[in-house]
């Protein structure tokens, strides 16, 4: 039987309660689109446990690891922004299947590698489908699914599974990794990509911007190396601090490069990132909520791996079961975040779910050498996660309201980059106190206050940086 693939506008007219009633094509759609965000999600994190047994078979040194995770964050970050653009151009199916593609290939490499090199090869390639599939995958939920119930509903269940996958990944890759093997969580990402790629192209429909101005080259050029210098930089210094003569050159080239774009943008007749779009409260403020949402929850999750384990002893499997909590009480948010944001609005909703964050995050100051520390650990990350996913859903949906659907790529594409950087950010900068500190769970203390002031200062600056813009989310 072949599937209907004529697009249905869902709206809440659907029900009498406004709740979306989704059609079997609808669902389809976001089963294949929600799939691939999943399995980039789970590909941040499947990998962690098993570095060491990887650098073992490989024989790449301790330094050496961070590149594992390095070279995927690097084009996955870096090359957001340019993929958003040319699937709003060039076809966003066409992009999103091209980096389906290229993910599963890379996969497969990064599963068979034989040498360090091979493997980083893989892992390089994996980042850069993921840079296409996430902003592609991203504007075609937001062109099929229009403002309203029906798009709170598809972000709320995108936003979930993207936090989930974090989460599954952590203790999956643990489980994996003793039972079969490190290859396991790459072979994971292949069969993941199988599943998913025949699906897509009979249900995905093609969607583009209907006129094709010519690509900004040199935005796209300085904005790409931009962020992968200060993504390079960024992840260095997660392991090595920031005095590195490498790492102090690739912040300012970063931080030099992303001012040369803005000042590219001002003057380029087709710019990659519309500055008045840029100007939008929403969007500004949108994504300043979403990069303190996405940094800060990173951070505690680091910081707490750390305090349970080497503060509390728990094992790693004990470790992945307090995470896996964390996991189910955020597929549970995701369930509600439609509901909250349809009863309160999507910038209430974000304003709200930064102030519970940082409030539950506070709590965890409570934290000491007892076991029964573990308890409010778990109860406190729990709740504040389910305060994150709020955040995650609210803010995507802020950015991207009222947006044209030929921009919604570089909404997207802004939305994307803003999660990617948030991810990158968060451990180095805050993270490092702990590591560094002569006596860890003090050193834990400092960054869960820092922590909790930021996301809580957030909280106040975006509720007043949206209230004075009024806008009707």
């Given at each position: 039987?072949?599937?209907?693939?004529?697009?249905?506008?869902?709206?809440?007219?659907?029900?009498?309660?406004?709740?979306?009633?989704?059609?079997?094509?609808?669902?389809?759609?976001?089963?294949?689109?929600?799939?691939?965000?999943?399995?980039?999600?789970?590909?941040?994190?499947?990998?962690?446990?098993?570095?060491?047994?990887?650098?073992?078979?490989?024989?790449?040194?301790?330094?050496?690891?961070?590149?594992?995770?390095?070279?995927?964050?690097?084009?996955?970050?870096?090359?957001?922004?340019?993929?958003?653009?040319?699937?709003?151009?060039?076809?966003?199916?066409?992009?999103?299947?091209?980096?389906?593609?290229?993910?599963?290939?890379?996969?497969?490499?990064?599963?068979?590698?034989?040498?360090?090199?091979?493997?980083?090869?893989?892992?390089?390639?994996?980042?850069?489908g993921a840079a296409a599939i996430v902003p592609a995958g991203m504007s075609l939920l937001t062109t099929t699914f229009p403002e309203g119930p029906a798009r709170d509903r598809a972000l709320g269940i995108s936003g979930t599974l993207l936090s989930l996958g974090?989460?599954?990944?952590?203790?999956?890759?643990?489980?994996?990794?003793?039972?079969?093997?490190?290859?396991?969580?790459?072979?994971?990402?292949?069969v993941f990509a199988l599943i998913v790629l025949p699906l897509a192209p009979g249900l995905l429909p093609e969607s583009r911007t209907p006129d094709r101005p010519r690509l900004d080259v040199p935005g796209a050029v300085t904005v790409t190396t931009g962020l992968l210098s200060l993504i390079y930089a960024l992840s260095t210094a997660a392991d090595h601090g920031f005095g590195r003569a490498d790492v102090i050159t690739a912040l300012?080239?970063?931080?030099?490069?992303?001012?040369?774009?803005?000042?590219?943008?001002?003057?380029?007749?087709?710019?990659?990132?519309?500055?008045?779009?840029?100007?939008?409260?929403?969007v500004a403020w949108g994504n300043v909520g979403g990069l303190v949402t996405f940094s800060m929850m990173s951070t505690v999750v680091f910081?707490?791996?750390?305090y349970f384990q080497e503060v509390l002893r728990l094992s790693a499997f004990e470790t992945g079961l307090v995470f896996g909590v964390q996991g189910v009480m955020s597929?549970?948010?995701?369930?509600?975040?439609?509901?909250?944001?349809?009863?309160?609005?999507a910038r209430r909703t974000l304003v709200g779910s930064l102030a519970g964050q940082g409030a539950l995050i506070a709590t965890l100051l409570l934290l000491n050498a007892h076991t029964w520390s573990v308890w409010l650990a778990t109860a406190a990350v729990s709740l504040a996660s389910m305060c994150h996913l709020g955040a995650i859903v609210s803010y995507g949906l802020t950015v991207t309201s009222g947006v044209p659907d030929e921009e919604q790529g570089l909404a997207t594409g802004l939305v994307t980059s803003t999660q990617q950087v948030g991810i990158t950010v968060g451990i180095p900068v805050l993270g490092v106190l702990a590591t560094t500190s002569g006596d860890l769970l003090a050193g834990v203390h400092t960054v869960l206050a820092l922590d909790a002031a930021v996301v809580l200062a957030a909280a106040a600056l975006v509720g007043l940086g949206l209230r004075r813009g009024r806008p009707r989310i």
């Open positions: 039987m072949a599937i209907d693939t004529t697009t249905r506008p869902t709206t809440p007219a659907d029900t009498p309660l406004g709740t979306p009633r989704l059609s079997t094509r609808d669902k389809l759609v976001l089963f294949v689109l929600c799939a691939a965000q999943f399995m980039v999600a789970l590909d941040f994190s499947v990998l962690n446990v098993a570095l060491p047994e990887l650098g073992s078979d490989l024989g790449m040194s301790r330094s050496a690891l961070q590149w594992a995770v390095t070279a995927f964050a690097l084009p996955s970050g870096g090359f957001l922004l340019l993929f958003g653009r040319i699937g709003d151009l060039y076809g966003r199916r066409r992009l999103f299947l091209a980096g389906l593609a290229l993910f599963g290939a890379a996969s497969l490499l990064a599963t068979l590698a034989w040498d360090p090199a091979s493997f980083l090869a893989g892992r390089a390639l994996q980042g850069l974090f989460t599954v990944g952590m203790v999956a890759g643990g489980v994996l990794t003793d039972a079969f093997g490190w290859r396991s969580t790459m072979a994971l990402l292949s300012a080239a970063g931080l030099l490069l992303l001012t040369a774009f803005t000042v590219v943008e001002s003057r380029s007749a087709a710019p990659l990132v519309s500055l008045p779009m840029l100007r939008r409260r929403t910081v707490l791996t750390l597929a549970v948010a995701g369930g509600l975040a439609a509901k909250v944001i349809g009863r309160f609005g």
